[in-house]
């Protein structure tokens, strides 16, 4: 059974950093896509980022390109997101996803995590 | 980039009726539509590939078709558990971008 457990999430102030962990177990992760999806609080999902399964191409969203960079180890099977210079925006519980084609088929995301809440505030 | 828009925003309906919800693109996606469920404190769900193809496990009464811009999902007959929120999401092209979700209501 495939599971995947953010963590990193807390309270950072505007312009700060932060770097959540999305650590996989089950499947062999080196196979997947990964990709990042936020919901804002009394917002829809955002999709934030995608790493295809070699790490090679990553993708992000036009709200957080130049600020965040999705990577993974896949000899830890963890995905990771940098977020730089931080904005209130960016409060938001933060997913991570498989994709289970290479991250670049289009494929819906099948397993999911639970989520970890990232607060920016002063 | 592709933009897409959901609609209706909310929706109120009650057990056993049909509601359908609809996705439009902004420029034609082929079927590269995906299909979410999502209910408050639980991951999303995946329910429909590929603007029609059902996931395993999901139950019939829920369907897809569409494609090019427009899609739609429908709930043939809904059951309490499928008062949730649902997005459509386009995976033509990065971003993959999602629509602004309906969240559906009990009437």
């Known amino acids: 059974q495939v599971q995947l457990v953010e963590s990193g999430g807390g309270v950072v102030q505007p312009r700060g950093s932060l770097r959540l962990s999305c650590e996989a177990s089950?499947?062999?992760?080196?196979?997947?896509?990964m990709h990042w999806v936020r919901q804002a609080p009394g917002k829809g999902l955002e999709w934030v980022a995608v790493?295809?399964?070699?790490?090679?191409?990553?993708y992000y969203a036009d709200s957080v390109k130049g600020r965040f960079i999705i990577s993974r180890d896949n000899s830890k099977n963890t995905l990771y997101l940098e977020m730089n210079n931080l904005r209130v925006e960016d409060t938001a519980v933060y997913y991570c996803a498989r994709d289970p084609d290479g991250g670049g088929s289009g494929s819906p995301l099948d397993y999911w995590g639970q989520g970890t809440l990232v607060t920016v505030s002063s | 980039d592709v933009q897409v828009t959901q609609s209706p925003s909310s929706l109120s309906a009650s057990v056993g009726d049909r509601v359908t919800i609809t996705c439009r693109a902004s420029l034609s996606i082929s079927t590269f539509l995906n299909w979410y469920q999502h209910k408050p404190g639980k991951a999303p769900k995946a329910l429909i590939s590929?603007?029609?193809t059902l996931l395993s496990g999901v139950p019939s009464r829920f369907s897809g078709s569409g494609s090019g811009t427009q899609f739609t999902l429908t709930i043939s007959s809904l059951q309490p558990e499928d008062f949730a929120t649902y997005y459509c999401q386009q995976s033509y092209s990065t971003p993959y971008s999602f629509g602004q979700g309906t969240k559906l209501e009990i009437k």
């Open positions: 790493v295809w399964y070699n790490g090679i191409h990553q």
């Open positions: 089950g499947g062999t992760f080196s196979h997947y896509g």
């Open positions: 590929s603007a029609s």
